[in-house]
């Protein structure tokens, strides 16, 4: 199967910090990479699409500048929250989209990286 | 404009019930897939099904069975005798060409046991 993995699952950091999220296909190759944001009781909300090797496209309202996503290699997709604030806690979800051997193009979803920003 | 519209906010059951989770979507393509996937409290998503706007068959998986019907823009998912385990939220999406996933705002299913 499809495995998608991120690092870390969970950071707590002080506002002001920047962190950085990895997400990995761990078994697969990726050339689009989705991250996703989910605050407390609330829905999936995207906030770009990677791609490699070019620059993410971001929805209407995410700030690039403050979402810097990096899409080096094939495997390899990073979220980096510059000057996080409190308001930026939430759940941080990214999905790799493959084309398996004899199965439809789909997402596969990582497991999340829960930030705090104190 | 796409949308995915999950009215029921909360659900609770007593275990063995059967449980309906209503998902009403909206999109001007021809071609497009819809998903449910179920988040447990550790967060991470769970596929259950995905199924593409020309195949309208219902679809059953052990206790699980969806019912897609195009005329009403529908695509509800049934658990059959409810068991406590089954609590989640359950998110259905959508996706178009764009492959972009479009998300319901979740049913939150309580089972009690």
């Known amino acids: 199967g499809a495995v998608v993995s991120q690092h870390p699952s969970w950071v707590i950091c002080k506002s002001g910090t920047s962190v950085k999220i990895e997400c990995r296909s761990l078994?697969?190759?990726?050339?689009?990479m989705f991250w996703y944001r989910q605050f407390p009781k609330q829905s999936l909300m995207l906030m770009a699409t990677?791609?490699?090797?070019?620059?993410?496209?971001?929805e209407q309202g995410v700030e690039k500048d403050k979402f810097l996503i990096n899409h080096a290699s094939l495997t390899l997709s990073t979220l980096t929250v510059t000057s996080a604030h409190p308001e930026d806690s939430s759940f941080y979800i990214c999905?790799?989209?493959?084309?398996?051997?004899?199965?439809?193009?789909?997402?596969?979803f990582g497991p999340g990286t829960r930030l705090t920003v104190l | 404009a796409q949308k995915v519209t999950q009215a029921q906010t909360e659900i609770s059951v007593v275990e063995k019930e059967d449980v309906t989770l209503d998902c009403v979507y909206e999109?001007?393509?021809?071609?497009?897939?819809l998903f449910w996937y179920k988040q447990p409290p550790s967060g991470e998503l769970v596929f259950l099904i995905r199924r593409n706007s020309f195949d309208e068959q219902n679809e059953i998986s052990g206790r699980y069975s969806w019912n897609f019907q195009k005329s009403t823009s529908s695509f509800n998912f049934t658990i059959t005798a409810s068991q406590v385990v089954d609590s989640a939220v359950y998110f259905c999406a959508l996706s178009l060409r764009t492959y972009k996933y479009i998300f319901g705002t979740g049913t939150r299913l309580k089972v009690l046991a």
């Open positions: 999905s790799a989209r493959a084309f398996l051997a004899g199965g439809p193009d789909t997402q596969y």
């Open positions: 999109t001007r393509d021809t071609t497009y897939y």
């Open positions: 990677s791609n490699e090797g070019s620059k993410a496209t971001y």
């Open positions: 078994d697969f190759q990726a050339t689009t």
